[in-house]
């Protein structure tokens, strides 16, 4: 196959030719061979294709069945009530609901005795836009065991019963409930239409069935784009093309931090089985924890941090001198700008979501969706990076870069995400087509300019 008269990404040759996975000629005026597919690109910029550095692919293809509750779709309590009875109506009966993107700005504090006043007759699974919290309703409760389990993640009461509210216990509830065939087909061709040709799977503790099935739909070709998946240690990638074993997720949360012992001995038996680390870190705590954690535990190529969503400017340092990437999402500080103005301490503001800075100070950085629990399109991502942000005031200003690097935060390799791929000999046939020039780009990056996706030398996505 043979892209002509493009502008290729950091290059000055307009053509681009591959056959089978990999690029075999670049340059300018090549002509189509006998029975060659050409694609005119017609001056359009030609991108190493993109890959989401930090998506959850299981929970986002089950959005796609789920009801949304969180803003900007839901504002007020009414509307919650409205549209969770609707659900009620109109699923199969022996369907649950399972409710996603909530946020306690549309209706406070949820938990089984809310959710029993609004549905009581079928279960309800409610996910908090964080992705850190369960909020289920008593028929849900009782479906899973909620009231018998004996871990710490299961809220109590001061009478000891269980709230209904399940903190950090995603794997135990995958684990109880009914397995359900999600569409993630439908999930990959929408990515594909926005350029994606990679994802890394950032879902923590996945069991060795839930990496097994993950290969099986990218081996049945249900999911077209190459997939790079965290898991423990212990568990291995199975031997699937476009599929390939990454780092082992550390999950923090504040209110459950580990003993320091205990947490080196994580980063080193990871580093042991020839594993990186990627560590969760949303806030100061949890940064300072895992840099004194990784200082014992001692590097290994490849670690990184997961959101870096509060660093330090005295941080910045030693993110460079340890080459720790950060994994970003620059797109966080717009979609949920009022929830850190009023939740997170002024003196952090300085601090939340940086990218410029990190970039100038000689720290890697790419970026992830962290979708469902971020908008899944990675361009929404650039024009945040880019400093398009709604209300963008001095400081986001000066933390967004230009768009050549907000691509290419995209455009890394998935077991060095910082390091970017380029559109020349001997590389992957991943590419992604945009049906206009770079200055034509500057100004709406958005996924509508996607002209053809080229994963593994296959056109998986061509618009119309």
Same mark, same amino acid.
């Given at each position: ?71 900007? *779709? ?111 087909a439908g999930m990959s061709r929408r990515a594909a239409s ?59 949360? *504040?209110?459950t931090l580990p003993t320091f012992d205990t947490f080196v001995?994580?980063?080193? *038996? ?26 014992? @535990?001692?590097?290994? +190529? ?61 720290? *890697?950085? @790419? ?85 053809? +996706? ?11």
């Amino acid at each position: 196959m043979l892209i002509r008269g493009s502008t290729v990404f950091g290059a000055e040759y307009t053509d681009v030719r591959w056959s089978g996975r990999r690029i075999i000629d670049c340059g300018a005026g090549l002509r189509p061979l006998p029975g060659e597919e050409v694609i005119e690109a017609g001056g359009g910029w030609l991108l190493p294709g993109l890959h989401d550095h930090h998506v959850h692919l299981r929970a986002l293809a089950a959005t796609d069945d789920s009801v949304r509750l969180g803003p900007p *779709d839901i504002l007020g309590p009414d509307v919650l009530v409205a549209r969770l009875r609707r659900a009620d109506i109109e699923l199969p009966a022996e369907q649950s609901i399972r409710g996603v993107g909530y946020h306690e700005s549309v209706a406070g504090q949820l938990d089984r005795e809310v959710l029993d006043t609004i549905v009581n007759q079928r279960p309800v699974r409610v996910q908090h836009r964080s992705g850190a919290l369960w909020m289920l309703n008593s028929r849900a409760c009782a479906e899973v065991g909620v009231d018998d389990c004996p871990l710490p993640g299961v809220e109590r009461d001061a009478e000891g019963r269980a709230t209904g509210r399940l903190w950090r216990m995603d794997s135990w509830l995958r684990e109880r409930l009914r397995r359900r065939t999600l569409d993630s087909a439908g999930m990959s061709r929408r990515a594909a239409s926005w350029g994606i040709t990679g994802f890394t799977e950032a879902t923590p503790d996945l069991t060795q069935r839930e990496v097994d099935d993950l290969a099986h739909e990218v081996a049945a070709g249900r999911i077209v784009q190459r997939v790079h998946c965290m898991a423990p240690p212990w568990v291995a990638a199975p031997p699937v093309r476009r599929f390939t074993g990454g780092p082992t997720k550390i999950l923090l949360d *504040d209110h459950t931090l580990p003993t320091f012992d205990t947490f080196v001995d994580r980063i080193r *038996d990871a580093h042991a089985a020839g594993r990186a680390v990627a560590v969760h870190c949303v806030t100061r705590v949890q940064l300072a924890l895992t840099m004194a954690a990784m200082d014992q @535990a001692g590097r290994f +190529t490849g670690d990184r941090i997961e959101h870096g969503a509060i660093i330090p400017a005295q941080a910045r340092e030693w993110l460079r001198e340890r080459e720790i990437t950060v994994v970003t999402q620059p797109h966080f500080a717009v979609e949920r700008a009022e929830q850190y103005t009023q939740e997170v301490p002024r003196a952090d503001h300085a601090d939340l979501w940086r990218l410029g800075s990190l970039l100038a100070a000689g720290v *890697d950085v @790419a970026a992830g969706t962290d979708a469902p629990f971020g908008s899944s399109d990675p361009w929404s991502v650039i024009r945040a990076a880019t400093g398009q942000r709604v209300g963008a005031d001095r400081r986001s200003r000066a933390e967004s870069v230009d768009l050549p690097t907000a691509i290419s935060l995209f455009c890394g390799h998935p077991d060095r995400p910082a390091q970017a791929r380029t559109v020349g000999r001997g590389e992957l046939a991943d590419l992604t087509l945009l049906s206009v020039p770079p200055p034509d780009v500057a100004g709406t990056p958005s996924a509508e300019l996607v002209a053809a +996706t080229i994963v593994d030398g296959e056109c998986v996505y061509r618009a119309r």
